[in-house]
């Protein structure tokens, strides 16, 4: 074989293979015939026999072995010569010394236990050459290109906002307009590769004790003198082209640009050229000069590019103008699908091209992204009934670039990825920003690069840009809906902004637009006299001759409910956790009716020693202060969430604790521990506490006020990415990007690890240590050492479990979250209360349930939303209770759909493990938009309750087609969001002509590895 061809006692690869077969064969049938002969000859001495079948022998072995490294790889160092001459002596050896022995046996048995003890002699031989069989075999790499085109409602408009540039790069694009000849493509970027390096030679000019390379800015120099004196002349060759009258701005920036470069900047980089090549003389002066006029050149290229299509189009006739103008009149979507599918201008189509290297995964996006083979061969077939079309609709009613990056993400493994290619205007209005899911590919080295498609020329019109309202309030709390008006092209104009609900007007703005790029924020409150599901109209009187109509309204949902949550407070002293906890439960939350109880209390000297009543959830609202714990059982049990902070073993006395245990335990409230220096939990030794918290620590006196490191971060752990309670975004990589943000902790409270069942959600991270670090070493280690990745992961698990900082688990009826630092008070940092509050609120909603919005005491009845897509699932909730607040368990309620008064279909409610009488269901997406009535039927329930059933219990959601205004807010083609994602991830941004530009830089294609295999044949088991 090949790899035999550095061996010298090889016979060369002249030597027929053929041949040697026939000189092997002839050799060992020499070596048996003269062996037989010998062995009948009864007078041939030994040595005489030995001296002629050895030698034999050994050629014959030789020849064999030659044979053998044709098709096998011999490893064995030792010469074929002297393994030739080994096994003929060892065969002839073998034959001689028990030939006597075997002829004492009967017969063939002796012959027999000669040929196994050759056949042993010939296996270690074998043995001995090392032979190994190798082989080959092929693996393709695959590199894979997500293309991601948009199909938001902004991409299915026709667009007639282009300027003349934008209309020409268009028709250039399909080929429909010849702008070949020199250009001024390159300009922009190459004055700006100047621009950036001058000003290097500018800093060290002026930082004092820097010296600058001559011969390197004399190159530079040199360098940017050909660029522009090159482009000069291009730009006055097209100035001649481009008609004066009509396009008087650009061809006058043509002409001033250029006597500019040729006046002033050609001899100042002569000058400095020449300067440099001298041994003395300053160049701050000249590098200085230079620097800041490539800055200013460099800011006026970019206006220039245009000019040569426009040239172009000068040239044309009527008729060619005419087509080249017809092209970019239509819906950017279908220009998006000729873009992709079409050769146009290009060496081949966009699509085609990238196939050819690389597997290509088409997906459409808008508020969500799908896989979609339609794009194949064009744009997706229209709906065909009304239950399609708002499905359509919906998913057309947003345009969210993350949503879109992070579902290819989910179905294709990163290792994969070449790079995204996204044909889009440029709008994105998802909930979560590009920021996270950038970095994040970023990092990966996955590049984004955009194709930005549509007319930059804002139209006259006026919208709503924002509508922002709760979902839900207090009966008696007001309604504060707020949003945004934005209008483009109306300077000058007067709307006014109304808030309607049903025919009535409750709120009028008059608003006077300023300018041609005008916003401004409204804000309206409203106090409902009653609850239930209230819809508001914030409507916009239109102005004449706006682009849009259907974009001055926007409906809202709000549910006023009397649904509190009942929550318990309780602390030794006002540290920060309880003071913050405090405010944001009792000023942020109205839905929360707080009850707090301060075992040790701030007094002034000398101030009466007011007695507060105990904490009691029958208490009006707003009165929160308490002076004792909640009084008997029938207290505790009304409480959904109680908060145990820094208390120590004297503040919590055994009868409370158990009342809080058959709270958790049989009401299925929620307990919250957050640990405390002082006290929690390390002085604790309440047996019935103890097995309530889901933490394993070792017991001591006195406080913990040192933590185990003097500064930690928080880090999600694998169940916390996906937690209800840790969840910050809609978007995974924004949402764990918002934790890694959280400022450095600097106390936490050091446990041994987690019981079983419980969850860590996040743990404490070094301060220097990297976000996941650990997670993506064992992932790259799968294929390589599967059970050092095993290893690692659980030591990973194991740390995460000693370092545990958020842990949750079930107990009885209800469920316990250990907080190990009293921090969370630092979500507030630098961004207000929003995260602090989200937080808190999710904890509260995974704990003691949702805000069911109808309902009594005891029997409740919500959906997970108001508002829902037609693409959406309904969640269904219902808590029942009897009148003792005792959880209802086992009952089959069903809950009825009706639209209009009809019933469309009813549903069974399942009850939820481990909880405290919570039943939720399931309803299918519902296709048509509308509002929807829930009611409520459970004949046990009745029973149970008798008059204190709610007869009649429903409540109301609604179908729309899309959550908020967003795609004709503004609709002009932008090019932010594309070149944000492109400077993170090292992508590119162009428009129609830049495509040739933008397919190549996704690196590498598809590749097929030819990998060597070996098969140890001397190292065989069967051997």
């Known amino acids: 074989m090949d790899q035999n061809i550095a061996r010298a006692d090889i016979l060369p690869a002249t030597v027929p293979t053929a041949a040697l077969w026939f000189m092997a064969l002839a050799g060992l049938a020499i070596w048996l015939i003269v062996h037989r002969l010998l062995a009948r000859r009864a007078g041939v001495r030994p040595r005489v026999r030995l001296a002629i079948l050895v030698p034999l022998g050994t050629g014959a072995s030789w020849l064999a072995m030659q044979l053998m490294a044709r098709h096998l790889f011999l490893a064995s160092p030792t010469h074929l010569l002297l393994m030739a001459l080994l096994c003929g002596g060892a065969v002839e050896g073998v034959s001689f010394l028990y030939a006597r022995e075997s002829s004492r046996l009967p017969g063939r048995r002796g012959l027999a236990l000669v040929a196994c003890r050759l056949a042993a002699v010939l296996v270690m031989l074998f043995m001995l050459l090392q032979p190994v069989r190798v082989g080959e075999k092929t693996r393709t790499i695959r590199r894979r290109v997500v293309v991601l085109v948009d199909d938001s409602a902004s991409m299915q408009f026709t667009d007639r906002y282009w300027t003349l540039a934008e209309r020409v790069e268009v028709a250039a694009a399909m080929g429909l307009l010849d702008a070949s000849g020199p250009t001024l493509a390159d300009f922009t970027r190459d004055v700006a590769a100047s621009a950036e390096r001058f000003a290097v030679f500018r800093q060290l000019a002026s930082t004092p004790g820097a010296t600058l390379d001559r011969q390197e800015v004399g190159t530079a120099a040199t360098a940017a003198r050909t660029m522009l004196e090159r482009n000069a002349e291009t730009m006055e060759g097209i100035a001649l082209k481009l008609s004066a009258r009509e396009h008087f701005e650009l061809h006058d920036n043509l002409g001033r640009v250029a006597r500019h470069i040729r006046d002033n900047l050609l001899p100042g980089f002569e000058r400095l050229a020449a300067l440099a090549a001298e041994e003395g003389g300053d160049l701050k002066p000249l590098v200085t000069g230079c620097a800041d006029t490539l800055e200013q050149i460099a800011q006026v290229a970019p206006g220039l590019a245009p000019a040569v299509g426009i040239a172009a189009f000068d040239g044309l006739d009527e008729a060619a103008r005419a087509a080249v103008l017809a092209a970019s009149d239509t819906n950017r979507a279908a220009i998006a699908a000729r873009l992709l599918h079409e050769k146009g201008a290009r060496s081949e189509p966009l699509l085609d091209h990238l196939r050819s290297r690389y597997d290509v995964d088409l997906y459409r996006f808008g508020s969500l992204a799908q896989y979609d083979s339609g794009l194949e061969d064009d744009a997706p077939a229209a709906a065909e009934d009304e239950a399609a079309a708002a499905r359509l609709q919906a998913f057309r009613s947003a345009t969210d670039v993350t949503a879109a990056l992070e579902t290819a993400l989910k179905d294709i493994p990163p290792e994969e990825l070449a790079g995204f290619l996204l044909i889009t205007d440029g709008r994105h209005n998802g909930d979560a920003g590009v920021d996270a899911v950038a970095r994040r590919l ?582």
Not at 507 to 522: C, K, L, S
Not at 650 to 663: F, H, M, N, T
Not at 1004 to 1015: A, I, K, P, Q, S
């Open 442 to 1023: 970023g990092g990966s080295g996955i590049p984004v690069s955009s194709i930005v498609v549509g007319g930059s020329q804002p139209p006259l019109d006026i919208a709503l840009g924002d509508v922002r309202s709760p979902d839900s309030v207090f009966l008696g709390d007001k309604v504060r809906i707020a949003g945004s008006i934005v209008a483009t092209g109306a300077s000058g104009r007067e709307t006014k902004v109304r808030l309607m609900l049903g025919e009535d007007v409750v709120g009028e703005q008059t608003i006077f637009i300023e300018n041609n790029d005008f916003a401004r924020e409204f804000r309206f409150t409203h106090l409902p006299a009653e609850k239930g599901v209230l819809r508001y109209q914030v409507v916009l009187d239109a102005v004449p001759d706006e682009a849009f109509a259907d974009n001055n309204a926007w409906s809202v949902d709000v549910s006023v409910t009397d649904d509190r949550t009942n929550v318990l407070l309780v602390d030794s002293r006002p540290r920060w956790e309880f003071r913050y906890l405090r405010n944001l439960f009792y000023g942020r939350d109205k839905s929360v009716h707080l009850q707090e109880y301060l075992v040790n209390t701030d007094r002034v000297d000398g101030s009466p020693d007011a007695r507060l009543p105990p904490a009691s959830a029958g208490r009006r609202f707003g009165d929160s202060e308490s002076g004792d714990y909640p009084q008997g059982r029938d207290e505790w049990r009304k409480f959904d969430a109680i908060i145990l902070g820094d208390l120590d073993p004297a503040e919590l006395p055994d009868a409370v604790v158990e009342d809080i245990r058959y709270a958790v335990e049989e009401r299925g409230a929620l307990l919250v521990v957050v640990a405390g220096p002082e006290a929690m939990p390390h002085r604790i030794r309440n047996a019935s506490l103890l097995e309530m918290l889901p933490v394993a620590f070792t017991p001591a006196e006195g406080d913990r006020r040192t933590p185990p490191e003097a500064e930690f971060h928080l880090r999600l752990a694998p169940a916390g990415r996906g937690h209800p309670v840790m969840m910050q975004s809609s978007s995974s990589f924004e949402n764990e990007s918002i934790w890694d943000e959280v400022p450095v902790l600097r106390w936490r409270q050091a446990v041994d690890g987690v019981k079983p069942g419980a969850e860590v959600l996040a743990y404490a991270a070094a301060a220097d240590d990297e976000p996941a670090s650990a997670a993506q070493l064992a992932v790259r280690e799968i294929e390589e050492d599967p059970e050092a990745a095993v290893r690692r992961l659980s030591e990973m698990r194991e740390t995460q479990a000693k370092n545990a900082l958020v842990v949750a688990r079930s107990f009885g009826q209800g469920k316990v979250l250990m907080l190990n630092t009293d921090q969370t008070w630092r979500l507030r940092h630098r961004v207000g209360d929003t995260r602090h509050h989200r937080f808190w609120g999710q904890v509260l909603r995974w704990g003691s349930g949702e805000k069911l919005r109808a309902g009594n005491t005891f029997v409740r009845l919500g959906t997970d939303k108001l508002r829902y897509k037609p693409t959406e699932p309904v969640k269904v909730f219902a808590r029942v209770s009897d009148a003792q607040y005792n959880a209802l368990n086992g009952l089959k309620p069903t809950v009825a759909l009706a639209s209009e008064g009809r019933v469309v279909r009813t549903a069974p409610l399942e009850f939820r493990k481990d909880s405290n009488g919570f039943y939720e269901g399931l309803l299918d997406p519902i296709p048509d938009p509308g509002v929807y009535t829930l009611a409520f039927t459970c004949e046990p329930a009745r029973r149970a309750l008798g008059g204190d059933y709610p007869e009649g219990l429903q409540t109301r959601f609604v179908v729309v087609t899309a959550d908020k205004p967003a795609e004709f807010v503004n609709v002009t083609a932008s090019r932010d969001v594309p070149s944000k994602l492109a400077t993170i991830t090292g992508g590119r941004v162009g428009g129609p002509t830049d495509i040739e530009g933008i397919w190549d830089g996704y690196g590498e294609g598809n590749r097929v590895m030819h990998e060597r295999t070996e098969l140890l044949l001397w190292n065989s088991g069967l051997l």
